[in-house]
């Protein structure tokens, strides 16, 4: 394995913020008791001991321990790469619970439900998200023949979880996260899509609705569709398509929600469907799981493998993509994820024996917009469609090759006779090797664009922790207004002033060009650009589909639609203004 020597990258004034209040150990005092060099050792430490579970006992094993603990610690010091936030929390430390998503089934009866309820107290207590499909609890009115009455329904019963995540802090530092998803064919679907419409209702929840194939036929045909009793699995009504999607387009359009999954194209792509069917996925989506499964993501910062560009020792005129040492640096990202896996203190042992039983990993990426703005491409362009999808590509071609060479070293995963790999021949350690991750936080330490999307704006503020506002102006387009000798304050107060900077004839056109916003992105290009991620993502991916103030439902309707066309496995949407609260927004609050 043969690395370049990169120096420890500088961390931003906002990322010693973030790591301060989050992720450093802390004493009793609540005062920090490492810097983010420790922090960076413990974590790099603590997962390198996986290493002896592979390696005999000896000098050799502990030569192996100590040269991943450096190699990993440069990985992240350097901020080429970050694991999810548990494992920076928690790795080296007491709790040991290193993963950020879970799913949990919920069956229909109410020592399942309640018992789901201490499963996610103690799941959002170790910093983790919790997923759950509703579909199997009767609708509401259904009879309950153990006492004669009738049933209070699904959306009911969402409040149980919604108040006990309400009470529990993640491990200290995460307010508890949730995703609530019933099929579309579920009774109370039409309440369900309405519940979030009341801005009080499920304030720890994002829902989706569970589309299915059938309904996007019987919505094409213009026909409707039946509604199925889950716990009969009797039809006991339709309705029409088309209602029930205008409906959901509305409520989207108000207020960001429902989104929608996919489910019968996730499952088309489940590695072990011999285990069972995907129902569900993590709070922010991009992560499909089975019942109890768990996974681990971590995301490279691309921003960090451009050569030629600006400020680089190199002579190359024209900035690319450092194909070479983004190829040295997955195969680490993969063993790290991999070793993780080994490392971690499950909340349950449900979730311990499915996860390592289908060793799930996901690695993405971030820092896409500064790659795009690195070279020269203006994110709302073919090109940049291109790029996203050649950069995937060679990501997911990478962490294959990479889980195979560790298949050979470890053993495959232990499901993996009768998955779907071993029909495609592909013999690899991890049942799913890559996910688009939407890095909120992990961006911020970075210092870079979060995930896949687009810049919000030139200058903004982020909201972390619901009371901590990080105001931010993009380094590089200060940078090159610098060079073209347009920087000065007034500048950046106009800039601050909009979310937006294409009607500021002050700046050149080629620099509003390359600094494109979300909303400067027509919604089909936001849909087509997660779509060309979502072809080497073997998971999810989470990416906002930013919609102006003044967007229409009939957008948001063409947005689900072309999603589904092209193969996405969800969809969320979100038009400015629809919620009072929101993580991003212009950074002079006064005008936005």
Request: proline share 5%; charged share 25%.
């Amino acid at each position: 394995m043969r690395h370049r020597q990169q120096p420890a990258a500088r961390l931003s004034a906002n990322a010693l913020t973030v790591l301060r209040r989050r992720y450093l150990a802390k004493n009793d005092a609540g005062h920090p008791v490492e810097d983010p060099s420790h922090l960076f050792r413990r974590v790099a430490g603590n997962i390198a001991q996986a290493e002896h579970l592979y390696r005999k006992a000896g000098p050799d094993g502990k030569k192996q321990v100590t040269r991943m603990t450096e190699v990993f610690y440069r990985l992240m010091s350097r901020l080429d790469f970050l694991p999810n936030s548990p494992t920076l929390m928690n790795a080296g430390r007491e709790l040991q619970q290193l993963s950020a998503c879970f799913v949990l089934p919920v069956e229909d009866s109410l020592e399942s439900i309640f018992e789901e309820v201490k499963h996610q107290a103690l799941i959002h207590q170790s910093g983790g998200g919790t997923g759950f499909s509703f579909s199997h609890l009767r609708p509401k009115h259904d009879r309950v023949s153990t006492t004669s009455g009738v049933a209070s329904g699904p959306v009911s019963f969402m409040r149980v979880f919604n108040m006990a995540t309400e009470v529990i802090k993640q491990g200290g530092t995460r307010r508890g996260a949730n995703m609530g998803i019933l099929r579309v064919d579920h009774p109370d679907i039409l309440d369900f899509i309405q519940i979030k419409q009341d801005p009080k209702e499920l304030t720890n929840f994002n829902i989706s609705v569970g589309i299915t194939d059938a309904f996007m036929r019987a919505l094409a045909q213009r026909k409707d569709y039946a509604l199925v009793n889950p716990r009969t699995g009797r039809a006991v009504g339709r309705l029409k398509a088309e209602a029930v999607f205008d409906r959901l387009a509305e409520a989207a359009w108000q207020s960001g929600e429902p989104g929608v999954i996919f489910l019968d194209t996730i499952n088309a792509g489940n590695p072990t469907p011999h285990v069972g069917r995907i129902e569900a996925t993590n709070p922010c989506a991009e992560q499909p799981l089975l019942p109890y499964e768990s996974c681990t993501l971590g995301s490279i910062n691309l921003a960090h493998f451009v050569t030629g560009a600006a400020g680089s020792r190199t002579r190359v005129k024209k900035p690319s993509i450092d194909f070479d040492r983004l190829a040295e640096t997955i195969p680490t990202a993969v063993r790290f994820l991999d070793n993780v896996i080994d490392m971690n203190h499950y909340p349950l042992p449900d979730i311990e024996a499915i996860t390592k039983d289908n060793r799930k990993i996901g690695l993405g990426v971030m820092g896409f917009a500064d790659l795009l703005i690195r070279l020269q491409i203006s994110y709302d362009s073919d090109e940049a469609l291109a790029t996203g999808e050649q950069v995937m590509r060679f990501v997911w071609e990478q962490a294959r090759a990479a889980s195979a060479d560790l298949a050979r070293e470890r053993g495959l995963f232990p499901n993996f006779k009768g998955s779907r790999l071993e029909s495609e021949g592909h013999r690899l350690r991890n049942a799913t090797v890559t996910t688009i991750a939407p890095t909120g936080t992990l961006s911020i330490i970075a210092d870079c664009s979060p995930g896949i999307e687009p810049l919000y704006g030139v200058s903004f503020i982020r909201t972390v922790m619901e009371d901590v506002r990080l105001v931010a102006v993009h380094p590089e387009f200060e940078r090159r207004a610098r060079a073209a000798g347009i920087y000065s304050k007034r500048l950046l107060e106009r800039v601050a002033a909009n979310e937006s900077i294409q009607g500021l004839s002050e700046i050149p056109w080629g620099l509003r060009r390359l600094f494109v916003t979300a909303h400067d992105v027509s919604p089909e290009h936001h849909v087509r650009m997660q779509a060309a991620f979502q072809k080497y993502s073997d998971s999810g991916v989470s990416k906002t589909i930013n919609l102006p103030r003044t967007a229409t439902k009939a957008e948001v309707a063409s947005a689900f639609l072309l999603a589904y066309r092209l193969g996405c496995k969800g969809i969320t949407v979100f038009r400015t203004g629809s919620r009072e609260k929101q993580v991003l927004s212009c950074a002079n609050v006064q005008y936005c």
